[in-house]
T-cell receptor, first 114, second 115 residues
Framework: KNQVEQSPQSLIILEGKNCTLQ??????????LRWYKQDTGRGPVSLTI?????NTKSNGRYTATLDADTKQSSLHITASQLSDSASYIC?????????????FGRGTSLIVHP | DAGVTQSPTHLIKTRGQHVTLRCSPI?????VSWYQQVLGQGPQFIFQ???????GRGNFPDRFSARQFPNYSSELNVNALLLGDSALYLC??????????????FGSGTRLTVV
């Protein structure tokens, strides 16, 4: 079954601290993996996109890693800011009969406290 | 340049009714996809359209249908609404057909409440 599991479900950190979010997937055949940031009541905003051959991708203070062998990804946030408070969603896309079907994780809710 | 626009932003319907949600993609984007996001969960893929043709379908009942118009805008239709259809409905657009290595941009969604 094609699934994307994220952990932790929620996380509270202090401003300025680093944190790492995890994503494990069973989606196959793998096409790409994306991390999105979603503010409450808004649409998700793309942070990173990684294909099978990419191990790491950075976007400012966000760094995503991918281990396609173990089907695991992580999103590391450096020097967190209050504006980082949001839900972070891992999305894995599979190729299926000429189409590309995305499977979304349930997200990790991050709260950054001053 | 406008992003992905969805209308209406909020909607309240009664069980059994029908609803039509609308999406205008970013100018130049030819692919539109629809997602349902129930409160507290990640989005679920419903449909993808490219050049007015359906190119992907998620695991949703036939009560859900969609279409894409010549100007690449799209409608999502839901018939015989159930309480469980209450969700944030997101639309995303991208330049190309395949959702492979390209990002797609989401709209802010339509919040549908079924009572």
């Amino acid at each position: 079954k094609n699934q994307v599991e994220q952990s932790p479900q929620s996380l509270i950190i202090l401003e300025g601290k680093n944190c790492t979010l995890q994503c494990n997937y069973t989606v196959s055949p793998f096409s790409n993996l994306r991390w999105y940031k979603q503010d409450t009541g808004r649409g998700p905003v793309s942070l990173t996109i990684m294909t099978f051959s990419e191990n790491t991708k950075s976007n400012g203070r966000y760094t995503a890693t991918l281990d396609a062998d173990t089907k695991q990804s992580s999103l590391h946030i450096t020097a967190s800011q209050l504006s980082d408070s949001a839900s972070y969603i891992c999305v894995v896309t599979r190729a299926s009969g000429g189409s590309y079907i995305p499977t979304f994780g349930r997200g990790t809710s991050l709260i950054v406290h001053p | 340049d406008a992003g992905v626009t969805q209308s209406p932003t909020h909607l309240i319907k009664t069980r059994g009714q029908h609803v039509t949600l609308r999406c205008s993609p970013i100018s130049g984007h030819k692919s539109v996809s629809w997602y349902q996001q129930v409160l507290g969960q990640g989005p679920q893929f419903i449909f993808q359209y490219y050049e007015k043709e359906e190119r992907g379908r998620g695991n949703f009942p036939d009560r859900f249908s969609a279409r894409q118009f010549p100007n690449y805008s799209s409608e999502l239709n839901v018939n015989a609404l159930l309480l469980g259809d209450s969700a944030l409905y997101l639309c995303a657009s991208s330049q190309v057909e395949a959702l492979m290595n390209y990002g797609y941009t989401f709209g802010s969604g339509t919040r549908l409440t079924v009572v």
